[in-house]
């Protein structure tokens, strides 16, 4: 596995958070705020490389050479429903990014078992999402299979820049996105064991979003 574009974040803010939501005692709000405390804290860290330009601004005081950020404007991109969660957080630090949402889904058989398959059942994509750096975000990134397909409808516009980022996430996912999307940074606040068979990330949240919506 090429590492080099694998961030796990070991901010001790977002470890704390991420350990809060995986209490099965937490409440919807409780969940959902936390989704959104670490997707703000998981942007941050995903957007150090930005490009800077230094500017000339008039203080009180004096002229200070100081710094702007210059270049691409950015996308932010989540895969519904569970990505929706983390929509405010990432908003909130930048608040000019546009929003495009996939809506994707994991297809299960007629016993509910859910398999490899992906179902995408909407797209609405910034218009010029070619000229911007694009971060798509899932909750979870478990088997990669919604996140890879996301990737692809995103790539299918022409964009080159995109970032994914997962507040959890497992090997069989982060090889998912490696071999398919191998130019791809991944950002994760942890890195799980893997999947049981039922597809669900162990240990893991349970159903995302179930959790943030309060719909079980
Ligand atoms: N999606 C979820 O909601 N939970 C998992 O554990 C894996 C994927």
């Known amino acids: 596995m090429?590492?080099?574009?694998?961030?796990?974040?070991?901010?001790?803010?977002?470890?704390?958070?991420?350990?809060?939501?995986?209490?099965?005692?937490?409440?919807?709000k409780e969940f959902r705020e936390l989704t959104s405390e670490v997707a703000l804290l998981m942007t941050y860290e995903a957007t150090r490389d930005l490009p800077l330009k230094k500017v000339q601004i008039e203080t009180p005081v004096a002229l200070a050479e100081t710094n702007v950020i210059t270049g691409r404007k950015v996308a932010l991109i989540p895969i519904l429903r569970a990505g929706l969660g983390m929509v405010d957080g990432a908003v909130s630090l930048i608040p000019a990014a546009k929003i495009g949402h996939i809506g994707i889904c994991r297809s299960s058989d007629r016993d509910n078992h859910i398999n490899a398959n992906v179902d995408e059942y909407y797209c609405k994509l910034p218009f010029d999402i070619k000229e911007r750096d694009v971060i798509v975000m899932d909750l979870m990134l478990a088997s990669g299979n919604c996140a890879s397909a996301a990737i692809s409808?995103?790539?299918?516009?022409?964009?080159?820049?995109?970032?994914?980022?997962s507040v959890i996430s497992c090997p069989?996912?982060?090889?998912?996105?490696r071999d398919n999307h191998p130019d791809v940074e991944i950002y994760t606040g942890a890195l799980d064991k893997?999947?049981?068979?039922?597809?669900?990330?162990?240990?893991?949240?349970?159903?995302?979003?179930d959790r943030i919506f309060g719909t079980k």
């Open 2 to 28: 090429n590492n080099d574009k694998i961030h796990v974040l070991t901010h001790p803010l977002i470890q704390h958070k991420i350990s809060l939501m995986r209490d099965k005692n937490a409440g919807a």
């Open 153 to 165: 409808k995103v790539k299918e516009t022409g964009a080159m820049s995109i970032k994914f980022i």
């Open 172 to 177: 069989e996912g982060i090889n998912n996105l």
């Open 194 to 209: 893997g999947l049981n068979d039922d597809m669900y990330i162990i240990p893991g949240f349970g159903d995302g979003g």
